[in-house]
């Protein structure tokens, strides 16, 4: 049976193509339902306190960078979204006295505009983000060296590169209203794709690249980032790829509430822990990753029955 037209946007792909029944199933599941979808090798985790949530997710830079050899660089892949344990981490790098001449940092994507990355002077950089809140506010003494830090270009091939000779340890993220880690965003419904989507064998062979953002990544970006501009938000972005994300020793996802919805977190909980991996919904790919866990704010799940307001 073809799939239905998306919801969204008629010439893209999406989870809103995806089997009514599943969603319906989904939409029903509770808090406890969502706990018990863990198995081995997708663990979940709830907090109950926004401000543990937040401490344990700058831990996790902690915990990678503390790896880091002379031998055996080490570090950690992250998001710009959330950004509230990024302030966390320079407080607690600070506060330890953690070197960090060994460590390395990946961001996850940039903005692409006029045939190339947006400089730091863009209101939305990600890269200025990541330095304001975090690295600038580092120890002269403790700073990682330039070198170490890695943010994806317009060319991309140096980026790939840097993961070689390196541990990614953690690569962490949040979850986008299109289900996306990064900017992997689905496919537009057009050319080899017009009638199916991608396989999960084809998105899984992606590497970090130059993509088009679905209308709702737009939309939550101008919500969440810019006051609700839509025009000021960049069409085209750069994205880690799967193949980049494969090389991460384990991906943690982290869903405080505000950037994917009741419905989308459940939906993609349940598909990975069923191990449904289905580019329609790009986070679902992580199900066949050999290590990853999702940590919620319990508080900001809410149930997905029709409530009017």
Not at 233 to 256: D, F, L, M, N, R
Request: aromatic share 10%; net charge negative; hydrophobic share 35%.
């Amino acid at each position: 049976m073809a799939r239905p037209l998306s919801k969204i946007a008629p010439e893209w792909w999406d989870y809103t193509t995806l089997d009514p029944e599943m969603m319906k199933e989904v939409a029903r599941l509770t808090l406890k339902d969502i706990e018990k979808l863990g198995r081995d090798g997708f663990r979940v985790v709830m907090y109950d306190d926004l401000r543990e949530f937040f401490l344990a997710e700058a831990l996790e830079y902690i915990h990678a960078w503390r790896q880091a050899t002379p031998d055996r660089p080490a570090g950690i892949c992250g998001p710009i979204g959330p950004t509230e344990q990024l302030p966390l981490v320079a407080q607690l790098v600070n506060a330890l006295g953690i070197d960090l001449k060994h460590a390395h940092f990946w961001g996850m994507d940039e903005w692409y505009e006029n045939g190339k990355e947006v400089g730091e002077d863009h209101p939305l950089s990600f890269a200025r983000a990541d330095k304001e809140l975090c690295f600038n506010r580092i120890r002269a003494d403790l700073k990682m060296p330039e070198s170490n830090l890695h943010f994806p270009k317009a060319d991309p091939a140096e980026y790939i590169k840097s993961y070689e000779g390196k541990r990614c340890v953690i690569m962490q993220g949040g979850q986008g209203e299109i289900k996306h880690w990064a900017f992997n965003d689905p496919p537009k419904r057009e050319g080899k794709y017009k009638d199916n989507p991608p396989t999960a064998e084809e998105f899984r062979r992606l590497t970090t690249r130059v993509v088009d953002l679905h209308p709702l990544t737009l939309v939550q970006n101008a919500r969440t980032s810019g006051g609700g501009y839509i025009p000021g938000v960049p069409s085209k972005a750069i994205s880690v790829g799967p193949v980049e994300t494969w090389k991460a020793e384990q991906v943690s996802i982290w869903h405080p509430g505000w950037h994917d919805n009741a419905f989308g977190v459940r939906l993609t909980t349940y598909m990975i822990s069923k191990r449904i991996a289905d580019p329609c919904v790009p986070m679902s790919l992580l199900a066949d990753h050999p290590s990853v866990r999702f940590s919620f704010y319990r508080p900001g799940i809410p149930s997905c029955e029709a409530e009017m307001h």
